[in-house]
Antibody, heavy 120, light 107 residues
Framework: QVQLQESGPGLVKPSQTLSLTCTVSGGSISSGPYYWGWIRQHPGKGLEWIGYIYYSGSTYYNPSLQSRVTISKDTSKNQFSLRLSSVTAADTAVYYC????????????WGQGTLVTVSS | DIQMTQSPSTLSASVGDRVTITCRASQSISSWLAWYQQKPGKAPKLLISKASSLESGVPSRFSGSGSGTEFTLTIGCLQPDDFATYYCQQYKSYPYTFGQGTKLEIK
C-alpha cells in the first residue's frame, strides 16, 4: 500500500519561498512508471493542480505557476519536493502530494495534506 | 485551460435518496473525466475514472456517465457515509483542472 506524507513549514512570509517535501512509503519513486505531484486547495475552495515529476525526472507544471514552481526528487530518500517562490497570501492553501497514474492523469494515492499559511 | 463547472454547488438530500451531480467542460474532453469524493479534513478519494469506470472498492451505488462536455455522477441510494464534497477533474489536456465542487449535505 503506497503512502505519502507531506512535511514542511506551516507558515511562510510573503516574498519568501515555500518548500515542502513528500515522503513516499510502500513504493519507489524511481522504479516507474508513475508521476509524483502536488495539488493545492485554497481554504474552502476547489483543487488546483500544481505539477508533477516523472520517475525519469521530467517535470510538468501548471502554466499559471510555472515561473515560480520547481518540483524535484531525491531517490535516495524516496522523497520529492515542491518549491514555490515569491509567495503571497494567495498561496495560502492546503498542499497535497499525490501519485499520478501512469497512463491516465488521475491521482490514486494522496497524502493527508498540509496547510501552509503565507503571512508576515 | 479547460474550465469545469459543477452543478449544483450544494445539494441537500436524505439517506436513501438518489442524487445526481452534473459536471460540464468548456470544450470536449471525450471521456477523460474523473470523480473524487472529499470529506472534511481529508484528501480526495478517486471514485470514477474515464467518466464511468468505478475504481476498485467503490460501492456500486456510485455510477458515472457522459462524454464530450457533459457528465453526471449518480449515487443510487444515499448512505450516511456519502455526505461529502464531490469534484470532477478533466485529464484530457494540461493543465488538469477540477470543478469547484458539489457539497452533498444531509437534509
Amino acid at each position: 500500500q503506497v503512502q505519502l506524507q507531506e512535511s514542511g513549514p506551516g507558515l511562510v512570509k510573503p516574498s519568501q519561498t515555500l518548500s515542502l517535501t513528500c515522503t513516499v512509503s510502500g513504493g519507489s519513486i524511481s522504479s516507474g512508471p508513475y508521476y509524483w505531484g502536488w495539488i493545492r486547495q485554497h481554504p474552502g475552495k476547489g483543487l488546483e493542480w500544481i505539477g508533477y515529476i516523472y520517475y525519469s525526472g521530467s517535470t510538468y507544471y501548471n502554466p499559471s505557476l510555472q515561473s515560480r514552481v520547481t518540483i524535484s526528487k531525491d531517490t535516495s530518500k524516496n522523497q520529492f519536493s515542491l518549491r514555490l517562490s515569491s509567495v503571497t497570501a494567495a498561496d495560502t492553501a492546503v498542499y497535497y502530494c499525490a501519485r499520478r497514474m501512469p497512463v491516465a492523469g488521475l491521482f490514486d494515492y494522496w497524502g493527508q495534506g498540509t496547510l501552509v499559511t503565507v503571512s508576515s | 485551460d479547460i474550465q469545469m463547472t459543477q452543478s449544483p454547488s450544494t445539494l441537500s438530500a436524505s439517506v436513501g435518496d438518489r442524487v445526481t451531480i452534473t459536471c460540464r467542460a468548456s470544450q470536449s474532453i471525450s471521456s477523460w473525466l474523473a470523480w473524487y469524493q472529499q470529506k472534511p479534513g481529508k484528501a480526495p478519494k478517486l471514485l470514477i475514472s474515464k467518466a464511468s469506470s468505478l475504481e476498485s472498492g467503490v460501492p456500486s451505488r456510485f455510477s458515472g456517465s457522459g462524454s464530450g462536455t457533459e457528465f453526471t455522477l449518480t449515487i443510487g441510494c444515499l448512505q450516511p457515509d456519502d455526505f461529502a464534497t464531490y469534484y470532477c477533474q478533466q485529464y484530457k489536456s494540461y493543465p488538469y483542472t477540477f470543478g469547484q465542487g458539489t457539497k452533498l449535505e444531509i437534509k
